[in-house]
């Protein structure tokens, strides 16, 4: 332990949740502006657990982006990684475009998680079609 340890705070251990809530920030902060919409969508992530947006952050700070996808890959299992992937997904789109940081990101994670785009396609049209509100024009 050096002498300067005590000062630089103490370091989080990421958990399956507080590793989405991660992986979540660096999707909504891809373009730089994190607007009121996506801070509720980051909100119903949380569900008012302030630890895990804490823990989150600790890690964020400790682990710069875009080495901190290697941390949440490590961290989460084949199911949570496919979960995970698919909030990601949802987060970016929802405004109806994705812009070119988002998807930068989002491949990133695919190619981390080992998750291949045949496996993605499907949920990727159905998140479209989701935030395709003019089908009910």
Do not use: H, W
């Amino acid at each position: 332990m050096g002498i300067f340890d005590k000062l630089s705070g103490k370091s989080a251990t990421l958990t399956p949740k507080s590793a989405l809530v991660v992986s979540a920030i660096t999707v909504i902060a891809a373009d730089g502006i994190i607007d009121e919409a996506e801070i509720n969508d980051l909100a119903k992530i949380v569900r008012g657990d302030r630890k895990t947006v804490d823990t989150a952050m600790q890690v964020m700070k400790a682990n710069p982006f875009p080495g901190v996808i290697d941390l949440i890959a490590s961290t989460l299992d084949d199911k949570q990684k496919l979960a995970t992937l698919t909030i990601l997904c949802d987060l970016a789109m929802s405004d109806g475009v994705l812009a070119g940081e988002e998807k930068k990101i989002l491949q990133m994670y695919m190619d981390k998680f080992g998750i291949p785009e045949s496996k993605l396609a499907p949920v990727i049209d159905m998140i479209a079609l989701k935030n395709d509100f003019s089908i009910f024009s």
